[in-house]
């Protein structure tokens, strides 16, 4: 009697058996950081994770809600933060 010839095996695609990828949530956001202040009394500014803003700006999700000569105040819907040079 002659040997049989083992079946080929079956390969399937991997890809094609698991679910559509998930794609990674977007990465979180920088918490501000308070870069320099520009205390003019008439229009003061800050720069804030490299980017001017002025009272009424936004950062990010941040709205600038004050600017002192030592410190920046940001409001977002949970958190103020009072930002100081360091």
Known sequence: MAAATPAPAVIRNP???TPASINPPPPAPKP???QALVFDPRRPS???NGKTVFIGDTSGEFKVT???PE???LVNSNQTLVLTME
């Open 15 to 17: 890809i094609a058996q």
């Open 32 to 34: 501000p950081k308070l």
């Open 46 to 48: 800050a720069i804030i």
């Open 66 to 68: 004050a600017l002192g």
């Open 71 to 73: 410190s920046a105040t």
